[in-house]
């Protein structure tokens, strides 16, 4: 049975496109062949993993019946992607059920990029997610969000959800400019899954294709959540 994660928020801009990306990769790297599916509208995964030039047709036309399953998959080097049409139309969560059967039966792990916010493309995004990642800046206001976003999770039925905090930065943890793990965890209601550090070669990843480089500060981090994902007991630091 394939993993099916959804990866939400509850402010925009927090990194979940960019998260889910470098998770997507990491599983990959890890032998997983993974489909990442944009449920976001304005659209940003095709661009980050550099095939925007190659989408012919999205999960909108798959539903419709339009194309067949894996004609929407673009191949994008270690993994694939399943591009959002840009109006949701009349999808229903039941009908994205439906159509993810037939990738569970062809892929291991399925990252649902959800949009900011608890709306029609957050509940499309979690209709067939078993786990949920909520993801979050290191601030109260974001780690509110994120919690409110795991709530809804949870009433739409994905029932185990973990906090990312992205974009730490150690000196402004210092200065307390930032929350540290001990602060987020007590803020928070959902289990911390992990935390990943500003990292240069994330913030200008849009800008060209996405390659997750071994020596960046946010690689080993994004391993680490990648390794507790498949269950591992990896101890959680950033101090
Ligand atoms: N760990 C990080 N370090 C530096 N920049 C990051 C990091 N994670 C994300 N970013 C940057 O933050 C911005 C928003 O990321 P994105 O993944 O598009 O957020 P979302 O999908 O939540 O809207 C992008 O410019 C991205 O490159
Ligand atoms: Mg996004």
Known sequence: MAKRIVVASGKGG????????????????????????????????????GVADRVVYDWGDVIRGDCAPMDAVLNAGAISLLPCPTDYGSATPRQIRTMMRSYEKEFDVLFFDSPAGVGAGFALACAAAKQGIVVALADPASVRGACRAAREMEDLGVRSSRLILNRAVKRDIKKRLMLNIDDAIDRSEVQLLGVVPEDRSLRYAAMKTFLFDSTAPAYVPIFNIARRLEGENIPLAFN
Request: aromatic letters at 2%.
């Open 14 to 49: 927090v990194g979940k496109t960019t998260l889910a990306v470098a998770l997507s990769l990491a599983l990959a790297r890890r032998g997983k062949k993974v489909l990442l599916v944009d449920f976001d509208d304005l659209r940003s995964a095709d661009l980050l993993v």
